[in-house]
């Protein structure tokens, strides 16, 4: 499985930036994918995640009502919208997967991981 995420940039405060996450995979559907990020210096973090038929999505406390994940089955994506961004959104975001197991969509061992790409949101 390999991830590339895009959509990453510099934005100011209160605007949106729509992230996407493309899979190289047979098929994407078998997957539970998520978000995370890493700011700098800080531990990286979950953001959210979406069961494997969009059934059930998962989001960290510190972003729900401004962001919203979505997946495309038909085209092995999986994307991120940010909307209200603030400052301490800054930091590079990551794209995970894992096998659509039981289990949270929040605590679960992500199998695989893209390579990330940063968002910087100035005041």
């Known amino acids: 499985v390999q991830l590339q995420a895009s959509g990453g940039g510099l934005v100011q405060a209160g605007d949106s930036l729509r992230l996407s996450c493309a899979a190289s995979v047979r098929t994407f559907s078998n997957y539970v994918m998520g978000w995370f990020r890493q700011a700098p210096g800080e531990e990286r973090e979950f953001v959210a995640a979406?069961?494997?038929?969009?059934?059930?999505?998962q989001y960290a406390d510190s972003v729900k009502g401004r962001f919203t994940i979505s997946r495309d089955n038909a085209k092995n994506a999986v994307h991120l919208q940010m909307t209200s961004l603030k400052v301490e959104d800054t930091a590079i975001y990551y794209c995970?997967?894992?096998?659509?197991?039981?289990?949270?969509?929040?605590?679960?061992?992500?199998?695989?991981w893209g390579q990330g790409t940063l968002v910087t949101v100035s005041s």
């Open positions: 995970a997967a894992d096998s659509g197991g039981p289990g949270s969509l929040r605590n679960r061992e992500y199998a695989y």
């Open positions: 979406i069961s494997r038929f969009s059934v059930s999505t």
